[in-house]
């Protein structure tokens, strides 16, 4: 088993250190650079300053942001079983119509 690694991000002038798995690094790295691009972005828009009210801001949009992708990807789902239960209603009737077609056949 891997030993953890650890990552630091620099947060309000804080070095804030973060374990992770070695295979969740580069996912976190890129975690860590999206938030930081998103605070100097806001920042450097001028609407806000405050780099605590930034940072609830980068945190909520990003909650709504995950919440409206699971609602997308389970009315995905849906669609998907629907398509799957018709498909396997046609395959059922088509297997019926051959065996029925077979039995004439042999008749």
Do not use: W, Y
């Amino acid at each position: 088993m891997s030993e953890p690694t650890t990552v630091s991000i620099n947060f309000f002038n804080e070095e804030f250190i973060i374990t992770c798995n070695p295979d969740e690094q580069a996912s976190l790295q890129e975690a860590i650079d999206t938030f930081e691009q998103q605070m100097r972005d806001i920042r450097v828009s001028g609407k806000h300053r405050d780099p605590k009210r930034i940072a609830l801001m980068i945190a909520l949009n990003t909650i709504a942001e995950n919440m409206n992708l699971k609602h997308e990807v389970k009315s995905q789902n849906t669609q998907l079983q629907h398509v799957s239960d018709r498909t396997k209603n046609i395959n059922n009737q088509i297997e019926s119509e051959l065996f029925q077609q077979e039995s004439l056949i042999e008749s």
